[in-house]
């Protein structure tokens, strides 16, 4: 592998990481063109959640304040008049169990840091933002502003075309059609691509693969995220200690 | 639309359950001693987590979506360039479905 891609090396080291807005600004350039792509699904949103019955305003409410896709889209599903407000709230909770591990693997790089600078980028964690943060923390470009200022970026686009797609109601075509469906799957490839770490990745990427597509294919919902990255993560390190 | 107040509770219960995931995580593993396993676990999980997003994807997905895979993680090996991966995904999966249906 070429070496512009990068290593990631798992080295945090707390006294260098840092919080600036050029850190913020760059995680914002390097998170538009996925912003950009979160539009299109974000129309989508608003279309949908018309469909269910919710006002353009609430839609966009929930966008701005949730920011979680794909929790939003399941919850969509759920809804009905009167809201059934546990089992929304308890799906919810479900689909975005995956952030826990997530969280769990920013926190080298967030404990050095202030509260307020840690727990308020974690609320504009998403999985975009996140996984090209973790990518430039790897290649030891270790601004932790460059989370929350993808996050920004990402929640505004999100937020603003939940309003337009809500407004609108309707003509707004599938994203499959225009391939914009695998745009975040395109990006996670080549995340990965700069990710690997040589030899010692094999085995753990080869168990939350199996894991993640037995979990897909046999389980309901998001499940296959958390138990895919539960499973490989812990391979990884059962191995190590072997 | 009238807001109802069952969709406002709703919404901002849903934003606290996204909040808790968001940082139950960080807060935990922040109070977790940095033994070199557990730093060793942590580094383990954003590839893993990566796999387990687009494996069911590109396995599941059938020939397309295993072709554009492809193209993306050639583009994304030989130039390091991620806006270059992600269009080349998207026009690839675009072109494929023309192609192929």
Known sequence: MPEKTGRTENRPANDTVTFTLNGALRGARMCAPIAASGFAIGLVFGVLARQAGLGAGEATLMSALVFAGAAQFVVMGLWASPVPVATVVLATLIVNLRHLLMGAALAPYFTGLSRLKAYGS???MADENWALAMGEFGKGRQDAAFLIGGGLIMCAS???STLIGGSLGNAISDPARWGLDFAFTAVF???LCGMWRGRRDLLPWIVAAAVAVAAERWLPGQWY???????????GVARRAA | MRPEWQTIIAILLMTLATYATRVGGLWLASRLPLSGRVEAWLGYI????LVSLVAPVVVSGGLVEA????AVVAVALKTGNLLASMLTGVGAVLILRTVIG
């Open chain 1, 122 to 124: 974690a609320f504009f």
């Open chain 1, 158 to 160: 999100w937020t603003t």
């Open chain 1, 189 to 191: 490839l080549a995340l």
């Open chain 1, 225 to 235: 995220i958390l138990l895919g990255g539960l499973a490989g993560s812990l391979a």
């Open chain 2, 46 to 49: 954003p590839g893993a987590i």
């Open chain 2, 67 to 70: 072709l554009a895979a492809l």
